[in-house]
């Protein structure tokens, strides 16, 4: 298996693939909390289902983790 990283591939479709992967994955995410629903998700090799609840939590951590002032904002 080829473990090189997808997007130095020099084939520029190649490379691209990995931003609309990532387009996809977050349109999925966005139906799963509009219709209220799980996904599965593979995380380290296991099949995870992730619910609405647990998808609204990981992007509010990820929205916390990307604004270095959040913690003097609360």
């Known amino acids: ?3 090189a990283d997808i ?5 520029p479709d ?5 931003a609309a992967m990532l387009s996809a994955s977050r349109a999925a995410e966005d139906l799963a909390v509009r219709t209220n629903t ?10 995870v289902r992730l619910t609405a609840q647990d998808l609204l939590k990981m ?3 990820e929205a916390h983790q ?8 609360e």
Do not use: F
């Not at 997007?7 to 084939?11: A, G, L, V």
């Not at 799980?38 to 099949?47: A, E, F, M, T």
């Not at 990307?66 to 904002?73: H, V």
């Open 1 to 3: 298996m080829n473990t």
């Open 14 to 18: 190649l490379a691209g693939s990995y």
């Open 59 to 61: 992007r509010e951590q």
């Open 38 to 47: 799980c996904i599965l998700v593979s995380i380290d090799g296991k099949d």
């Open 66 to 73: 990307s604004d270095p002032l959040a913690d003097l904002k």
């Open 7 to 11: 997007r130095t591939s020099t084939d």
